[in-house]
């Protein structure tokens, strides 16, 4: 059997990054809850089928995220992770296509420009982190040009 020694800096920079994806990740699943609240509730289909979408794609980042943090760990954090409870912000602040565009850039674009300007994490997981904040963007600029397309 194969023993390997980490040495404690690495260590040390490991949970940094794990503490730093998991806050991430925590925030992303507020927001994705408070979305999922906001779409059930919406009476226009086509504009939650839009919501849906953005859902999804968070989703499938969070679930990267969550891997990331497993690789650095060592170990499954699904419970750990998940079991966090999450206090999705009230919908009343999110009345409309323009509020959800709002909302997502406070929550997902603020998010990751903050931790892919952290200086202390590895150059894959900030490529990573650039690639989510892209798919993001994406979704904002379609989100905000099915705005406009509705409004005229």
Do not use: W
């Not at 809850?33 to 086509?46: G, I, W």
């Not at 997502?104 to 903050?114: A, D, R």
């Not at 894959?124 to 690639?131: A, E, R, V, W």
């Amino acid at each position: 059997m194969l023993f390997v020694t980490i040495p404690a800096t690495d260590m040390a920079r490991y949970s940094y990054m794990s503490s730093r994806l998991k806050e991430l990740l925590l925030s992303m699943r507020n927001a994705r809850k408070t979305l999922e609240n906001f779409a059930n509730a919406s009476f226009d289909k086509v504009f939650a089928k839009c919501i849906y979408l953005l859902i999804s794609e968070s989703m499938q980042c969070e679930n990267e995220i969550l891997s990331q943090i497993d690789s650095l760990d060592g170990s499954p954090h699904y419970d750990n992770v998940k079991g966090q409870k999450h206090q999705p912000v009230s919908t009343a602040k999110i009345t409309g296509m323009e509020s959800v565009c709002d909302y997502c850039e406070e929550v997902y674009v603020k998010g990751y420009k903050g931790i892919i300007s952290d200086n202390h994490l590895g150059n894959s997981l900030t490529s990573l982190m650039k690639n989510h904040l892209r798919i993001f963007q994406s979704s904002l600029t379609q989100l905000k040009q099915f705005t406009e397309a509705a409004v005229n």
